[in-house]
């Protein structure tokens, strides 16, 4: 993978695939008009070869070439485990 590949870091909100999490990265952008901070938020599938992330987790992921139809994102690393109840 080159070095201009994008990074983003979210939290994981699903693992029910297999080798596949989907990721939701939340970002605060100023409003145009109003000037107000606003929270957007997109979700993106990304690839996790050995299943490790579980629903919660904190990872950081690595734009890739397309790998499904809508899978164009690697799992780079876990930053934060979730906390088990």
């Known amino acids: 993978m080159s070095g201009n590949n994008r990074m983003l870091t979210g939290r994981v909100t699903s693992n029910k695939m ?3 999490v989907v990721v939701e990265v939340r970002r605060r952008i ?3 008009r109003y ?3 606003v929270t ?3 979700k993106y599938q990304a690839h996790d070869a ?7 987790d904190i990872v950081e992921i690595l734009e890739s070439r397309p790998l499904s139809k809508e899978k164009h994102w690697v799992v780079a690393r876990v930053v934060e ?3 088990e109840v």
Do not use: H, L, P, Q
């Not at 050995?50 to 919660?56: E, K, M, Q, R």
């Open 30 to 32: 100023s409003d145009a």
């Open 35 to 37: 000037g107000k901070f």
């Open 81 to 83: 485990k979730a906390v």
């Open 50 to 56: 050995d299943n490790s992330c579980a629903i919660g």
């Open 18 to 20: 297999e080798k596949t």
């Open 40 to 42: 957007k938020r997109k």
